[in-house]
Every structure is written in structure tokens, then in C-alpha cells.
């Protein structure tokens, strides 16, 4: 009879938090610049023509980034997605694709983008090994568009980017990511499913969460889910699904017509972290077990003193080991304000 291994012998080999989940997912922060100015992430009082960025010495280098990739593989992760900032904006990033595609392990290689650039690569960082890509987009009035990327985003631009990401023919259906703001673009849900529903591309609506510190987030300005679901379905019957695997983030509903689905990320009012498997890499290379982080552990450091492998598993082990987060199950103990979270521009979404 075969002798399953322990709880301690798993945690060596690929390690589990303190509430018992392991390492699965990596998101990479492969640029903390981004083209918009979305008021709800880098709002443009903030983020101005004088704000200091990262300099390029800075921010991991490709070489830096494959090494933690393939130490992080070794302990269990299987899945890596590329954020910013706008990811786009990283010159030669199909060189990067190509890199993290050929890690061992890695059997899911994603990138999140604002799409605006994404015309111009789609196919290439598809010919690179990429699977799949979501793209940001909040509404489809051309108005409130701009608004809501601060000014600096042009709506069919970003259309283009995902009539190419369709053409290109990624692997995974290609998905939208929408912020709903209650009083902002609430009003305009319906028109982006129309405008989508039957194409096979899926859109996920996202309750807005108080990630950062710049945002003036305030609970009474979140749509909860259940609220677009039953706007939804009085136009479109849904139906729930099932999770495709352990820990998904959205919850899916399909069409009973068979025109696709929807997907609901619902991060207020029913807060999914039982089931968290991710970490988030910074572009200046630190490591964060949570969105809603206060601190990070420092990779880029170890890694230009010329640390050893060993020394860097161990590391990444060891911040694994002591995970404690659940910061939206508990967000009710968190007075707004009261602790200085990383920004979103530094981890991704």
C-alpha cells in the first residue's frame, strides 16, 4: 500500500500557508507605468507628468524574472500572469512569453492589459506561447470612456486590441475585466453584454474594492453581484455554473439561449479567500502574499547579491509558510485609511 505523504512533507516540497492553501498562481508586475490615469488605480492628481516612477535599472530583468518563474515552479506553481502597471508598455514582452513558456511546471501563461497597445502584439506574444488575455474595459460609451481612463484612452482602440486578440486565436477564450461602480458605469452593463454576448468573448464584472490608498473607495459606491445578476437575468436568463477548478475567482453564470456566459468577481460581498493560491511579484521584485498587502518580502535584493537557488527557494518558502491573509473576509475590522497598502500599479490586478 502506497504511504501518501504528510502534511510536512507536502509543505517542503510545495509549501502551504498558514490556513492551509498552497502556491499555484504568480502574477508578475513587469512595469509600474501605465497610459491611463483611471481614477480608481493611478488617478491623475496623483500619478502626474512629475511622479517618479521606477527607473529601468530598477525593475526585474527578464533574466530575473525567468530565474524566480522557474524556483517558483518548484514549489508548486503552475500558473503565471503578466500584469503592470500596463504590461504593454515592457518593450520586447514576447521575449519574456516566450521565456516563461518554457519553464517546466508551467501549464498557464496569461496577460492582463488595458488593450489599447494590443493590436500591434496580439499575435506575436500568441506566436510566443501566451494563452490567454483579459482585457480592461469598464464601458462602451466613448464619453465615459475617457473619463474613466482619465483622459488619456481612446475606447476604439482598446476595441481593435480585442478584435485582434480574437484573431489571433489564443487557446482560452479571450475575457473582459469591468470595474461597476455604482453611479459611474452601472448604467451601461447591459449594453457591453449586448455587445458581446455570442462573440465567445466572456466579461466578468468586478465589485469595486479598495485596493490602494488613492482611490477614496467607500463601500456604498460597490454594486454587489447579486444586484448585476438580477439585472442580467431579467434580460437574459442565467444559469449558475460550477468552478472549472479549486480556488476560481469568478463565479460563472451561462446564457440558457447558449450565448456564452458571464462572470462575477465579488470580492466585497462574498469574499473568496479560503480558496487564494496567488502571490504577486512587483516590478522592482518584491513579493506580496495579497492585493490588499501592507509589506512585501524583498526578492531583487538576494537576487543582485548573488544568492544561491537554495537561498531564494527558501525565501520564497519561508514567506509562504508564515501567509496569514485574508484581508476581504476581515475587511470589516479595517477602519479605511488605516494602513498604507501597496498600490495597484505595483502588483496588478
Excluded at 62 to 84: N, P
Excluded at 197 to 218: P, S
Amino acid at each position: 500500500m502506497t504511504k501518501l505523504p504528510t502534511r510536512q512533507e507536502v509543505s517542503a516540497m510545495h509549501p502551504l500557508d498558514q490556513h492551509g492553501r498552497p502556491l499555484h498562481d504568480l502574477r508578475i508586475s513587469v512595469m509600474d507605468r501605465c497610459n491611463f490615469r483611471c481614477p480608481y488605480c493611478m488617478p491623475e492628481a496623483t500619478y502626474g507628468e512629475h511622479f517618479a516612477f521606477l527607473r529601468n535599472e530598477e525593475r526585474l530583468s527578464f533574466d530575473e524574472i525567468e530565474r524566480l518563474c522557474r524556483l517558483a515552479a518548484s514549489l508548486g506553481v503552475s500558473k503565471l500572469r503578466l500584469t503592470g502597471g500596463e504590461p504593454l508598455l515592457r518593450p520586447q514582452l514576447p521575449e519574456l512569453v516566450a521565456r516563461l513558456r518554457g519553464i517546466d511546471g508551467i501549464t498557464d501563461l496569461a496577460l492582463t492589459t488595458n488593450g489599447v497597445l494590443l493590436s500591434r502584439h496580439a499575435e506575436e506574444l500568441r506566436d510566443a506561447g501566451l494563452d490567454r488575455v483579459t482585457i480592461s474595459l469598464d464601458t462602451l460609451d466613448p464619453a465615459l470612456f475617457h473619463r474613466m481612463s482619465g483622459g488619456r484612452g481612446a475606447l476604439d482602440d482598446v476595441l481593435d486590441g480585442i478584435e485582434a486578440a480574437q484573431a489571433a486565436g489564443y487557446p482560452h477564450d479571450v475575457k473582459l475585466n469591468t470595474v461597476v461602480q455604482r453611479g459611474v458605469n452601472e448604467h451601461t452593463v447591459l449594453e457591453l453584454i449586448e455587445r458581446f454576448r455570442g462573440t465567445g468573448i466572456v466579461v466578468r464584472f468586478i465589485e469595486y474594492m479598495d485596493v490602494g490608498n488613492r482611490n477614496h473607495w467607500n463601500p456604498t459606491d460597490v454594486v454587489p453581484s447579486r444586484e448585476l445578476v438580477e439585472r442580467i437575468h431579467a434580460r437574459w436568463p442565467l444559469q449558475a455554473l460550477p468552478p472549472k477548478y479549486p480556488g476560481e475567482v469568478a463565479t460563472r453564470y451561462r446564457f440558457l439561449d447558449g450565448a456564452g456566459e458571464v462572470g462575477m468577481i465579488s470580492s466585497i460581498s462574498q469574499p473568496f479567500c479560503g480558496g487564494c493560491t496567488r502571490a504577486r511579484l512587483s516590478s522592482e521584485g518584491m513579493l506580496y502574499t495579497c492585493l490588499f498587502a501592507t509589506r512585501g518580502a524583498d526578492l531583487r535584493g538576494p537576487l543582485r547579491d548573488g544568492a544561491s537557488d537554495d537561498a531564494l527557494l527558501a525565501v520564497l518558502r519561508e514567506v509562504w509558510l508564515r501567509r496569514t491573509d485574508r484581508y476581504s473576509e476581515e475587511r470589516a475590522k479595517h477602519q479605511p485609511g488605516t494602513q498604507r497598502k501597496i498600490e495597484m500599479n505595483y502588483i496588478g490586478g
